[in-house]
Nanobody, 115 residues
Framework: QVQFVESGGGLVQPGGSLRLSCAVSGIRFSIYAMGWYRQAPGKQRELVARVSSGGSTNYADSVKGRFTISRDNAKNTGNLQMNSLKPEDTAVYYC?????????WGQGTQVTVSS
């Protein structure tokens, strides 16, 4: 059974920073791609950032230069460092792992950017 423990969400002022973490168990984490997605109210879930099993990264244009995704295969953990946060970054953020179409999702963590 695949299990996720997501942490790090919360309320932050515009311009602030948050660091999301996702600890995954029940799979061989190192061979999976890992990504962070987000869903704002009334909007579709969208990819924020993704890191392949080999370490290649890609980002949504809206977060390039502000967010950094990383993974620690020794700890079965993925992280998303979010800097210069904007109100439009407000959403529920979901951790995802996938391997050849086999995809698993975390429960989500709320990020709210507001003054």
């Amino acid at each position: 059974q695949v299990q996720f423990v997501e942490s790090g969400g919360g309320l932050v002022q515009p311009g602030g920073s948050l660091r999301l973490s996702c600890a995954v168990s029940g799979i061989r984490f190192s061979i999976y791609a890992m990504g962070w997605y987000r869903q704002a109210p009334g909007k579709q879930r969208e990819l924020v950032a993704r890191v392949s099993s080999g370490g290649s990264t890609n980002y949504a244009d809206s977060v390039k230069g502000r967010f950094t995704i990383s993974r620690d295969n020794a700890k079965n953990t993925g992280n998303l460092q979010m800097n210069s946060l904007k109100p439009e970054d407000t959403a529920v953020y979901y951790c995802n792992v996938d391997l050849s179409g086999r995809s698993y999702w975390g429960q989500g963590t709320q990020v709210t950017v507001s003054s």
